[in-house]
């Protein structure tokens, strides 16, 4: 017996009207792109490994999937590495290449590789699929879309300013009030670690931190014991866990604990910045939170980081995220060329939709009129009008077979046509067409031009 089809875990085939759902998504977060001015680039599936190792952090790259060299270049394997226990070396003699984690790195790559025909600053875009090696659950796929824009080129916060806007705009036009942007800065995280006196653990002080809201406070402090941060460095930071109020009140609170660090004082600034110029131009939906926790583990952060929450009540990790990197484009050659971007996570913004109703009906797009088949010179005739449909904008379709008309009002049904035109010998013969509402069921015959204009002011 044949063995059952199906797909690894932590992937997903999607059906029509998820596809018209997801495309929906994909067209707001476009068309809010190029609104402010973005541009569209592609960049391979994959890259050479060495593009991407290295930029993620430990726990980044075991998440990201290497391809298996094939042919000749797989019996250049290092068999000593393997025999003398050293996997990691023996694992990349067996690939050079990997399937790309996220659309940062490969961008950094594309700005240094193209350097000479891009004009900074450069805002692009870029909607592909990822990779991760990652156990899949809930909002939490191996493969997924992400939705990245990126400013680069410039060091003016101003471009932060930009995509907390763009954040707003986006959530606004898809009916997600009550987004909750969240902003810290590495700046700030910075300073923590030396007011803690843990400046040498900085990278396993955030990788830690960024568990918070997955793993609670105390799993946190064990982990940073772990890690090799001590107890009483861990209790300098537990002001931070208590900070509450407004945007505004909390920064001053962290000015204070932190009015001992410089590079603490240069993030409150940005921060600051950011806050006064989104206070002068209000946001629609959405608001913007100060979350002095806030880490994202990237390892190539270096100034304001952004995540979002879905709104209250939706149980969703972050469906955005994103920050400033310095000089990322330095480990490709091209140095002193500062960035800034956000991703937007569709997969998990599709979640978030349904689970609100908030999907237009709209967003179910679909052929909107099925013409019968009654037999060759029936179809002839309906294939006319259905081209001239087409061309006035409105998704028709003729159904293929000369099959009984009880079954193709099935199909019609089945497939949420709103309307049916039946063109039988009566018909052809007058030069006429009868319409077939689906909703109502209510049946009237036309003219070519009166049917023409009905379907024009109704489903268009």
Known sequence: MSQKPRIPKGTRDFSPAEMSKRKYIMDCITANFERFGFQPIETPSFELSETLLGKYGDEGDRLIFKIMNSG??????????????????????????????????????????????????????????VWRADRPQKGRFQEFYQCDADIIGSKGLWSEVEFVLL???????????????????????????????????????????????????????????????????????????????????????????????????????????????????????????????????????????????????????????????????????????????????????????????????????????????????????ALKMVMELRRLGIASELYPDDAKPKKQMQFANAKGFQAVVLIGENELENNTYTLKMMATGDQKTFTKETLLLHLQQDLI
């Not at 019996?75 to 990997?98: G, M, R």
């Open 167 to 381: 954040y707003d705009a986006v959530f606004t036009d898809l009916g997600l009030e009550g987004t909750t942007i969240k902003v810290n800065n590495r700046k700030v995280l910075s300073g923590i670690a030396q007011m803690m006196g843990a400046s040498d653990r900085l990278i396993d002080f955030t990788v830690a931190l960024d568990k918070l809201d997955k793993i609670g406070e105390e799993a946190v402090k064990s982990e940073m014991l772990q890690k090799g941060i001590t107890e009483s460095a861990i209790k300098k930071l537990e002001p931070l866990f208590r900070l509450s109020g407004d945007f505004d009140s909390q920064l001053k609170a962290l000015s204070s604990i932190l009015k001992d660090s410089y590079i603490g004082q240069e993030g409150i600034k940005e921060l600051t910045f950011i806050a006064k110029a989104i206070a002068a131009q209000p946001l629609q939906t959405a608001q913007l939170k100060l979350d002095v926790t806030l880490a994202r583990g990237l390892n190539y952060y270096t100034g304001a980081i952004f995540e979002v929450e879905a709104p209250q009540g939706v149980e969703m990790g972050s469906i955005g995220g994103g920050g400033r990197y310095d000089d990322l484009t330095s480990i490709f050659g091209l140095y002193n060329v500062s960035g800034v971007g956000i991703s937007f996570g569709l997969d998990r913004i599709y979640l978030v939709l349904e689970e609100m109703g908030k999907f237009p009906s709209a967003a179910l797009k679909g052929s909107k009129v099925l013409f019968l088949n009654f037999g060759e010179a029936e179809a002839r005739h």
């Open 72 to 129: 000749e270049k797989l019996k250049q394997a290092d068999l000593t590495a393997l025999s003398e226990n050293q996997l990691p070396k023996f694992a990349s003699s067996l690939s050079e290449k990997a399937l790309k984690y996220d659309l940062t790195v490969p961008f950094a790559r594309y700005v240094a590789q193209h350097q000479n025909d891009i004009q900074l600053p450069f805002k692009r875009y870029q909607i592909q699929p």
